[in-house]
C-alpha cells in the first residue's frame, strides 16, 4: 500500500487558517486521498476525501498538488473543537479497499 | 440515522469470561469493520465485512470472533483474553467498495481485560 508522511504535531492560533500538509510520493492512480480526524475520547470522524481536483466542504478544503505526490488539508478557521488528530490516507479503489490508518498529525489549537 | 452505535461503551472482563461488543447501523451500508486502537496509536483493522461475509482477517488471534448477523449488526465475540488486549475497539461501516465514499465511525467500546 502507498505510504503518506505527515508532521507528528502542529499548532495554530484560535480563529485562525491551518494547513496540514501531507506527503504522498508513491501514490498511484488510482488512490484517493482522505482525511480523517479523531477527537479525544472519539471515533475516527471522516472529513473530506479528493482524487485530483480540489475539493470544498463544510468542513474543510483539500488542496491535491498537480502531480498528486502531496497534498494539504485547510481549515479555514481553527477553533478550540478542532483540536484532534488528523489523518491522512490512501484508499485505493476497488474490491480489497481498507482505510489503513498512519500516525497522524496531533493539532493544538492555541486561544 | 447516519449513526455507528457501538455497545457497551466501557466493559471490563476477566481473562476467563466471554464477553461480545455489539455495533449496528441502519444506513445501509454493506461493509463493516472492526479497528483496534491502544493510546496515543493509530486504529488498526481487525476484520473486513462485505455483504455479510469475511473478507479481510489481519491475523488477529482466535480469541476474537467477529460475526455479521444480519448487513445492520457486527459482534466480535471475545474469549479468554488477555491483558494487553485492552484497548479501544471501533466498528465502522461504509457504503460498499466504492472508494470515493467515506466511512463512518462509531464512538468505540473501551475494553480492559483484568
Known amino acids: 500500500d502507498a505510504k503518506t508522511t505527515q508532521p507528528n504535531s502542529m499548532e495554530s492560533n484560535e480563529e485562525e487558517p491551518v494547513h496540514l500538509p501531507c506527503n504522498h510520493s508513491t501514490i498511484s492512480g488510482t488512490d484517493y486521498i482522505h482525511w480523517y480526524r479523531q477527537l479525544p475520547s472519539q471515533g475516527p470522524e471522516y472529513v473530506i476525501h479528493?482524487?485530483?481536483s480540489n475539493v470544498n466542504n463544510r468542513m474543510a478544503s483539500l488542496a491535491i498538488a498537480e502531480d498528486r505526490k502531496s497534498s494539504t488539508l485547510i481549515l479555514h478557521r481553527a477553533t478550540l473543537r478542532d483540536a484532534a488528530v488528523y489523518y491522512c490516507i490512501l484508499l485505493a479503489s476497488g474490491s480489497a479497499r481498507q482505510l489503513t490508518f498512519g500516525s497522524g498529525t496531533q493539532l493544538t489549537v492555541l486561544p | 440515522d447516519t449513526e455507528v452505535t457501538q455497545t457497551p461503551k466501557h466493559l471490563v472482563m476477566g481473562m476467563t469470561n466471554k464477553k461480545s461488543l455489539k455495533c449496528e447501523q441502519h444506513m445501509g451500508h454493506r461493509a463493516m469493520y472492526w479497528y483496534k486502537q491502544k493510546a496515543k496509536k493509530p486504529p488498526e483493522l481487525m476484520f473486513v465485512y462485505s455483504y455479510e461475509k469475511l473478507s479481510i482477517n489481519e491475523s488477529v488471534p482466535s480469541r476474537f470472533s467477529p460475526e455479521c448477523p444480519n448487513s445492520s449488526l457486527l459482534n466480535l465475540h471475545l474469549h479468554a483474553l488477555q491483558p494487553e488486549d485492552s484497548a479501544l475497539y471501533l466498528c465502522?461501516?461504509?457504503?460498499?467498495?466504492?472508494?470515493?465514499?467515506?466511512?463512518?465511525f462509531g464512538s468505540g467500546t473501551r475494553l480492559t481485560v483484568v
Open positions: 479528493g482524487l485530483t
Open positions: 465502522a461501516s461504509s457504503q460498499g467498495r466504492r472508494a470515493m465514499l467515506g466511512y463512518t
